[in-house]
């Protein structure tokens, strides 16, 4: 998951740097976006697991559910 999104952020900042397109930054910010936060969600997992061991499940079902809930009510 990460190789494919910093290869591609890569390219982007790549790309803005000799264009100085700045829809190239905003898409390389966006795949380092993607890359910082699912480290921070894997350290977050391993802490929450560590503490509240197979009920860390029921964190990570919440998260899922408030996402999808965010996505399927979002207005257009």
Request: charged residues 10%; aromatic residues 14%; positive net charge.
């Amino acid at each position: 998951m990460c190789t494919g999104n910093l290869r591609s952020a890569s390219e982007n900042l790549w790309a803005y740097c000799r264009a100085k397109n700045p829809a190239d930054l905003q898409n390389s910010l966006r795949y380092y976006g993607v890359i910082v936060f699912f480290v921070l969600g894997a350290i977050l997992g391993a802490a929450l697991t560590r503490a509240l061991q197979v009920y860390a499940i029921f964190f990570a079902c919440a998260v899922l559910v408030l996402v999808f809930a965010l996505l399927a009510f979002e207005k257009h």
